[in-house]
């Protein structure tokens, strides 16, 4: 079973604009992490987020966490096309060793 | 420094028949992965490797896969008989030190796609 819910599951834009993506997941967590997944490149990782953490930046990468609604988002600011990709959150659960969860993606296309 | 590899790429099986991947982790990377994903769908962990030891295979269906890692370094995932149901990318992936260090980053290969006729 996947933990983490993507919402949307597709997102379109123009270049220039921001996506926000967001990742809901159902049991406790130690960490939060977004990969991107395109054919070019395959699965990378992108940021990851501490249960104790709130807000995070990278380049053009803003992630939130908010544990008390079990939910995550993921800003991409100033977009490009070369972005467009599907993106997933995974978590770690706060079990006796950690397992990573992929949900099923939200898939991004930026037109340029 | 290389990535993970993986080979082959690309596989075209018939149903039934028998097929196996090859995944090298990076060099030095204790904890190594194979995911299932379907298209559409987020990769699905089969099974987690710690050094040559297995962490978690919950779901990996037992009757007829199976993989191993030798000397805590390559893994073979191998399925026999394949099922049309098994057409999907099988992804390797590794990380540094895996279950007991938090948010330990894993680095995936390009992946196996697999077609079963």
């Known amino acids: 079973s996947q933990q983490g819910e993507e919402d949307p599951q597709a997102l379109s834009i123009q270049e220039g604009e921001n996506a926000t993506m967001n990742c809901s997941y159902k049991?406790?967590?130690?960490?939060l992490q977004w990969y991107r997944q395109n054919s070019g490149r395959g699965l990378v990782h992108l940021i990851l987020i501490r249960s104790n953490e709130r807000e995070k930046h990278s380049g053009r990468l803003r992630v939130t966490l908010d544990t008390s609604k079990k939910s995550s988002s993921l800003l991409i600011t100033a977009s490009r096309a070369a972005d467009t990709a599907s993106y997933f959150c995974a978590t770690d659960d706060s079990g006796g060793y950690q397992k990573v969860t992929f949900g099923i993606g939200t898939k991004l296309q930026v037109i340029p | 420094e290389a990535g993970v590899a993986q080979s082959p790429r690309y596989k075209i099986i018939e149903k039934r028949q028998s097929v196996a991947f090859w995944c090298n982790p990076i060099s030095g990377h204790a904890t190594l992965y194979w995911y299932q994903q379907i298209l559409g769908q987020g990769p699905k962990l089969l099974i987690q490797?710690?050094?040559?030891?297995?962490?978690?295979d919950s779901q990996l269906p037992k009757d007829r896969f199976s993989a191993e890692r030798l000397k805590g370094v390559d893994s073979t995932l191998k399925i026999q008989p394949a099922k049309l149901e098994d057409s999907a990318v099988y992804l390797c992936?590794?990380?540094?030190?895996?279950?007991?260090?938090?948010?330990?980053?894993?680095?995936f290969g390009p992946g196996t796609r697999l077609t079963v006729l």
């Open positions: 490797f710690q050094n040559n030891g297995v962490v978690d």
């Open positions: 049991t406790s967590i130690n960490n």
């Open positions: 992936a590794s990380s540094l030190d895996g279950p007991r260090r938090e948010g330990d980053t894993q680095y």
